[in-house]
Each structure stands twice: as C-alpha cells, then as structure tokens.
DNA sequence: TGTTGACTTCTAGTTAACTCTAGGTTGTAT
DNA sequence: ATACAACCTAGAGTTAACTAGAAGTCAACA
C-alpha cells in the first residue's frame, strides 16, 4: 500500500511541511507518481518511526543524514551504520546520568525548600 | 569580591557574550560601578550555577526569567518558585523516562543486528 | 463546468539561544 | 605618553529545525 503525503503525515504524527523537509535534507525520500506526486512504502513507516527515535533521543538531522546515506547504499554499510548507533547510545547514556543527576540535585533543592516553609 | 564580566565569565564558563544576554534576558542583572562597568558578586556565582543547571535540565529561557523575576522580589515569593520547580522536576523526571525507554529500544536495534554480523 | 482541496516548487519567515561586529571608552603597564 | 587589553552599547548574523506563503497544477465531485 501506498500513501500520499498528507496520509502518511497523519500516520506518522508529522507536518506536510516537516515531510518535505525532511526529504530535503534526504533524511526519507519517497517514490513520486507519474504526476510527481510523492507516494510513502510501509517500510517508510517504520524508517521514519526510528528517524523518530534517533530525534527523540537528541540525535541532530546531520547525523542522521549520514545514517540515512549509509542506509541508503545497502547492506555493505552495516558496520558503519552500527558504529554511528553505538557512539550514539554512549552519549545517550552520558546525557541519562547526568539528567538524573540534576533530578537529584533538583529534588534536594525542593526538599530543603518546603522543609523551611 | 566582586568580579569584572571577564572574570565571572572565566568562573561560570559562560562567554561575555552570554553573560549580556542574560542580563538583556533579566536573568542575572550585576551591580554597575561609577564607569558603567559591571560587576558580579559571590552570590552571582551560586545564582548561576543553579541557572544553569536549569538550563542543563531543558528549562527554556524564558521560564528562567519568570523565575529570576520572583527571585528578585523577595522571599514571598518562594511559594511560586517551588511551584515552577516542583512543574520542572515532574517534566523532567518523564523526559528521563522516556529517555530510558528509547534507550532501551536502541539498544535491542543494536544487539539485533549485532547478532547478525 | 466550476470550485474545492490536496498536491507541486521555491523561497522567505520564525524561534531559541546565542555569537559577533562596529565604534567608542576606560584602566593598566611600560 | 602611548600602547593595548578589557570594557561599553546597539544591532546584525548564525544555526537548527522547522513553518508558512505565493503561485501554480491536477483530480474529484455538485
């Protein structure tokens, strides 16, 4: 099943704008009918649900558009694909431990506020 | 003590140009001497560090501002400010999970595929 | 047939949080 | 006395990630 712009940025939460954006910057590109009409694949789906994923946890658009490249010429670049995930998931641990730190501190502070009110 | 701009900025690890804009921001507003010059005290030093651990937790300016502003009114004004952070702490603490949740994700993706290699 | 409504491209505008430039003044060291 | 660094203001420029506007094409429906 195919999907036009607007009912894929329905399916996936995302603007029409942000889509095209994001084509732009090669993130996602979608085959394009004979009209030049952009149509998304299922398989966009869930590409863009881990696009999704890789934003949510702080990854910036440059870098994910190396990975999208890398996806992009196939199998072969598996390594390297997985050698971005990897870094990616130790500054994502890094950033984990230092939030919760600052949760601490936080609540220390809040603490010792109400504790005097 | 006080401190000129270049020495605060050299304490805090913020640039001149930050520190300003802070100021334009009303987040920390210094003392002047008879030139104009600014000058920041030790107490600056503690309000900063706590600024940016604000900042470090995602509060946005603005909401800093909205915070410095009661700050600056005095002590009747703790009850409001426990309530921005007692806010702040709830939205952090579902950003730290969510965090984690992702992080989960990426890291089966990688094992997934690790495992396949 | 005509008028929506969704699509197209290209380009400009927005927001946050800085970051820097220009042009000028002040403080300190030789 | 003369450099030279550090300070001042006002305003412009930067970057990321959208977001929107203008002008036009195209398919479907009353």
Redesign the pocket.
Known sequence: MNY????F?AITNL????L???ENEELIVPGRKA????YYSEADISWIQFIKRL?ATGM???EIQKYAKLRSQGDLTMPQRMEILVKHRAILQARITDLQENFTKLDEKINYYKSKM
């Open positions: 036009s712009i607007g009912n940025a603007s029409v704008y942000t095209r954006y994001y009209n030049g009409q952009r934003k910036p658009i440059k």
